[in-house]
């Protein structure tokens, strides 16, 4: 078994170094398509013209050269992704790689190229006859976007003129998009000032899971009040953002009404009616979650939680949680996972024994995990700094699960392996589950039993109070925003109603600066960043109860469901593979009781 200083990843099957003559022939080709692209711009730009006045027959004769073209984008894909994910992949190593930062502006700048020189492209075949777009999917070589394509094509009614399209890209620039940066530019220079200390906002806010609760007041109300300070500006970007977007849905709206829950809910690969069920069986139990903050404040002695500790850790008992070192962790991931299947055992050893983790730790080392991966050969990669305790191991069965995810679809076309973000932790929480399962079922002391369930209260109350909160914000200013620009006082006064709505009288008190200390409301490029982590949570819970009923079955069915990930909507692959309806309650309520089952199992203990 190899140890945690030899935990880093072999990625010179892909270059040998960043002076490999590799890169410099993969760039090339790059510019070199990208010019057949810029060739053919004019010839597409016409045709799309050409439909938007119900004039076809151009577009009959390219057919083949439609296809051909498309063949060529979606090889080209596969280039920039090498290029991109071996540079960005050195820089978590270390910050301060310079070739891997010239390398990734690079990339980015000759992907701006190629996304333009491919649109016209794009546009014709999404606006396409319906007869001329099943022609174009049946073939070999554009086949795998079947599924994308058809589900673009469920908003055609809401499209614009291309020229409008073209204009409205354009002006976003710096209309949206630039609101979105401005709350980056802001929050990435805001200063937090705690004891006489000047902090950066992220240090600040990483306190907020300090073990000490004074500290942790303390770092809530000062970002808070630094917050405090950027209010207008903070106020004016939420405002200009969801304007922005309910005029767009307003002018596309003129066929057919576009509903801001559609738009979100096609991104997600769900019906509406999938997420109204989602999130009324949440509020019917919302007393599991808030049972969760109840308990959390039992156990820090204290009446009621503050908002600054909800990300608490348990408080330290006397017995000190002794490290897990890196083999034994695998070693732990391989038991668990075996409980399933033996591939799944045997995929986290293949991981470790081709160098495919890196853990260990480094010098300008990135914070964070992330599972990656190398489209080309179809090799998963996972990122995390290992430092022994329960929350890492926990942390490197979610990464792992996600690179078995990527794993099982090894075989299939690229397209049909990206999957929306409500399907993303699928396998990630599946694994985590499965691993939190183990530990519980090994571990002597109820001490130990205790700090395992601890993290199942803080997933319960964030994801099934916090997530839903935000939720119910975003709905209630996108509705008030479509008549009047929110003040400032307006936007205190609807977070903390909406978090009075979800966590009724289980916090000692709202935080009303929540919705500017928050970045997920003011990503320019996604409205509702929220609702898709719980609906990952229970979907994935919800597959996990199927485990030991299934049995022996089990495995090669949750195999199958995820290699449909990227190719179905939800709603159909759950149908499909497990025969249940996530449009109705009753398959979220059973994900619930799982939760409630670990929330009893803390109470007990
Ligand atoms: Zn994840």
Redesign the pocket.
């Known amino acids: 078994m190899k140890d945690l200083q030899t935990a880093s990843w072999d990625n010179s099957n892909i270059y040998k170094n960043f002076q490999d003559p590799q890169i410099a022939r993969d760039l090339e080709t790059i510019e070199e398509r990208t010019k057949v692209f810029q060739s053919k711009s004019a010839l597409y730009n016409n045709l799309v013209t050409q439909l938007e006045n119900n004039i076809t027959t151009d577009l009959y004769n390219e057919m083949e050269l439609t296809k051909q073209l498309t063949r060529l984008y979606l090889d080209t894909d596969v280039v920039f992704y090498n290029l991109a994910i071996y540079a960005s992949m050195a820089n978590s190593v270390n910050a301060l790689n310079y070739e891997a930062k010239a390398q990734l502006d690079k990339v980015m700048m000759l992907s701006n190229e190629f996304m333009k020189a491919i649109k016209p492209l794009q546009l014709c075949v999404q606006r396409s006859p319906a007869d001329f777009f099943m022609a174009f999917l049946d073939d070999e070589r554009t086949k795998e976007l079947t599924f994308k394509l058809t589900q673009s094509r469920k908003q055609l009614e809401n499209l614009l003129s291309v020229n409008e399209e073209v204009l409205l890209t354009g002006f976003s620039m710096d209309g949206l998009n630039a609101w979105g940066k401005l709350y980056s530019d802001i929050s990435g220079s805001m200063k937090v000032e705690i004891d006489g200390k000047v902090l950066g906002l992220a240090t600040a806010k990483n306190l907020a899971s300090h073990e000490d609760r004074t500290t942790r007041e303390k770092a809530y109300r000062a970002v808070n009040k630094s917050w405090q300070q950027q209010e207008i500006s903070a106020c004016a970007i939420l405002n200009s953002i969801n304007g922005w977007r309910n005029e767009n849905f307003k002018v596309r709206s003129t066929k057919k009404e576009l509903h801001y829950l559609d738009q979100t809910c096609l991104s997600a690969s769900i019906t509406r009616e999938t997420l109204q069920a989602l999130m009324s069986t949440t509020y019917d139990k919302r007393s599991v979650g808030q049972e969760s903050l109840n308990l959390m404040a039992k156990e820090l002695k204290i009446d009621r939680l503050g908002p600054w500790d909800v990300m608490a850790p348990m408080p330290s008992t006397t017995t000190v949680p002794s490290k897990i070192s890196y083999p034994e962790a695998i070693g732990i991931l391989k038991a668990a996972f075996a409980e399933v299947h033996q591939d799944m055992a045997d995929f986290a050893q293949m991981m470790v024994d081709k160098n495919w983790i890196d853990c260990a730790d480094s010098e300008n080392r990135a914070q964070g995990a992330?599972?990656s991966g190398f489209p080309g050969v179809r090799e998963p990669r996972v990122f995390m700094t290992y430092d022994g305790s329960m929350g890492n191991v926990l942390t490197l069965a979610?990464?792992i699960?996600?690179a078995y995810h990527s794993w099982v679809m090894r075989d299939i076309p690229l397209t049909e392996t990206s999957y929306p973000m409500t399907l993303?932790?699928t396998a990630?929480?599946f694994a985590e589950t499965l691993v939190r399962d183990y530990l519980l079922k090994i571990s002597k002391s109820n001490e130990e039993k205790k700090m395992i369930l601890w993290q199942e209260l803080e997933s319960a109350q964030s994801l099934m109070i916090n997530i839903p909160a935000r939720f119910e914000f975003e709905q209630r200013f996108v509705e008030l925003r479509k008549t009047k620009n929110v003040t400032v006082p307006e936007t205190k006064d609807l977070m903390v109603a909406s978090q009075k709505y979800w966590y009724e009288e289980t916090l000692s008190e709202y935080d009303e600066m929540f919705w500017a200390s928050k970045l997920h409301f003011s990503m320019a490029g996604r409205s509702f960043y929220n609702y898709p982590y719980l609906f990952g949570y229970l979907f994935s819970l919800g597959i996990y109860a199927k485990k030991d009923s299934l049995g022996a079955d089990f495995h090669s069915k949750y195999v199958e469901l995820l290699r449909d990930t990227g190719r179905m909507t939800a709603e159909d692959l759950i149908l499909k593979h497990f025969n249940e309806d996530i449009t109705k309650k009753d398959f979220w309520l059973k994900s619930i009781r799982i939760v409630e089952n670990s929330v009893e199992k803390f109470k007990k203990l």
């Open positions: 992330y599972c979610h990464e699960g996600h993303a932790e990630s929480i």
